[in-house]
């Protein structure tokens, strides 16, 4: 593929009105206001960004803070509904769908325009850039980056899923922006649970190590994607099943055989622990319409000699015993409490801790990335693009047109280069058959194994 886009158009698609309300960011919002999060949704046909235009102008007005702006009152963040507006560029480029699919996870593959956090949260900055690419066989990429302070990957699908019925002509989903998190968790949240907050604050020396992590890991990481097949997946959740002695789900297993593959490669076999994030809205009764950072986690110890079956297992368990086993957001505000919020960006998650190789993984898969439509046509392919390179995180969505599903990790640059290979194949496809019909779109691609 060209790796010089031409730029055809730019805009700004605002609402038309701003409401000017303004949300004061949570706890879990404010911890992830150093972070952008980018997707690319590819379509086989071509896209008019008129049209895409006029729904992102509908779908703002339904979701209006994704227009708007973050601003710093005193130790609280805060965004406020001002209709900014999202720059929406239109480029072209000379390579085919295909070839653009290739380079979703490279660094500098240009389909994305990635929001640059840290200026937005001091100000003036877009919180979503939307890029459209048309290429040279006809068909659209469609990138997307927002800021993490502003939702979780829940509040982005239900953003484009607005912006896919407003594009259609049909009803717009309800969306709920929340006035202040944190008073909101107060009213819902028990008055105990586990006891554990979800962060920390590391020791000076901790803290360099990580800070020279992040600056390292453009240069020292690379992402391998990986894509199973239905059947191959069947055949792992049967053998877990049955080994786990209860039925398991396809993330279950996927979690588990992802890591238990990548440790085994790794030759690694001390224990370490796993993380993986939940959304609590359901767990905690509240809308699916609430628009924020409303994740919690589960942390798990992994011992390869027990074998992956025995992780999917424990992680079914701790999944359903969430909210008395797992939940920590009211110990989260209190240790927000007690620390005070001007040290909030002193502290990490649990989950990112590279040099104790903690594995964090993401299940994106039933957002219903593969159900939005624009202009009749629906996604051939969806995933995570570039995001943070730091080694041992993970995402898992659904594959190809919406079947199989697709793992992206990102991991050291030799480990990464062994998971490619032969040996890594071997390993994490074991559970393929020869006769496995793989769908077309991923013999296209040659870069996901």
């Given at each position: ?34 972070l952008a999060v980018s997707v690319v949704l590819y379509f086989d046909r071509p896209l008019d960004d008129d049209r895409l235009a006029a729904g ?70 877009p919180l979503l850039t939307v890029r459209v690419t048309r290429t040279a066989d006809g068909g659209t990429v469609l990138g997307c980056s927002w ?270 280069a062994r998971v490619r290979g032969a040996e890594g194949r071997a390993a994490l496809h074991r559970f393929r058959h020869e006769a496995d019909a ?12």
């Amino acid at each position: 593929m060209s790796i010089w886009p031409q730029l055809r158009r730019s805009r700004t698609v605002r609402a038309g009105r701003a409401p000017g309300t303004v949300l004061r960011c949570g706890l879990m919002d404010t911890m992830l206001a150093d972070l952008a999060v980018s997707v690319v949704l590819y379509f086989d046909r071509p896209l008019d960004d008129d049209r895409l235009a006029a729904g992102l102008a509908r779908a703002l007005d339904r979701v209006p803070v994704f227009a708007g702006r973050l601003r710093t009152d005193g130790d609280a963040l805060e965004a406020v509904c001002d209709d900014s507006g999202v720059p929406l560029d239109l480029y072209t480029v000379d390579g085919t769908l295909a070839e653009a699919m290739g380079r979703v996870t490279a660094a500098g593959s240009e389909l994305v325009d990635p929001v640059d956090a840290l200026a937005a949260r001091v100000g003036g900055a877009p919180l979503l850039t939307v890029r459209v690419t048309r290429t040279a066989d006809g068909g659209t990429v469609l990138g997307c980056s927002w800021h993490h302070a502003i939702g979780d990957l829940h509040s982005f699908m239900l953003l484009l899923r607005i912006w896919s019925a407003a594009v259609e002509g049909e009803e717009l989903p309800e969306a709920e922006l929340v006035e202040d998190q944190d008073a909101l968790l107060d009213r819902v949240l028990p008055a105990e649970d586990c006891g554990r907050p979800g962060f920390r604050v590391p020791a000076a020396a901790e803290a360099q190590l990580l800070a020279r992590e992040v600056a390292a890991g453009p240069r020292a990481n690379r992402t391998v994607q990986i894509y199973f097949g239905d059947a191959e997946v069947d055949r792992m959740r049967a053998e877990f099943s049955a080994a786990a002695g209860r039925r398991l789900s396809s993330g279950d297993v996927l979690c588990a055989h992802v890591l238990g593959a990548i440790r085994e490669l790794d030759d690694d076999e001390a224990e370490r622990w796993l993380t993986v994030p939940v959304n609590a809205r359901r767990w905690l009764g509240l809308s699916p319409a609430l628009v924020g950072n409303l994740l919690g986690d589960v942390h798990l110890p992994y011992r390869p000699k027990d074998g992956p079956a025995a992780l999917a297992g424990a992680l079914r368990a701790a999944v359903e015993e969430f909210p008395t086993a797992h939940l920590n957001l009211r110990s989260n505000l209190g240790f927000l409490a007690s620390l005070g919020r001007a040290r909030l960006r002193d502290c990490v998650p649990l989950g990112f801790d590279p040099q104790a190789r903690r594995f964090s993984f993401s299940n994106w898969s039933r957002f219903g990335a593969y159900r939005v439509s624009f202009q009749g046509h629906r996604p051939v392919f969806f995933s995570p693009a570039a995001n943070y390179p730091l080694p041992w995180v993970s995402w898992t969505v659904e594959g190809f047109g919406g079947e199989g599903y697709l793992s992206t990790v990102v991991l050291p640059a030799r480990l990464a280069a062994r998971v490619r290979g032969a040996e890594g194949r071997a390993a994490l496809h074991r559970f393929r058959h020869e006769a496995d019909a793989l769908p077309a779109s991923a013999s296209a691609v040659p870069k996901v194994i």
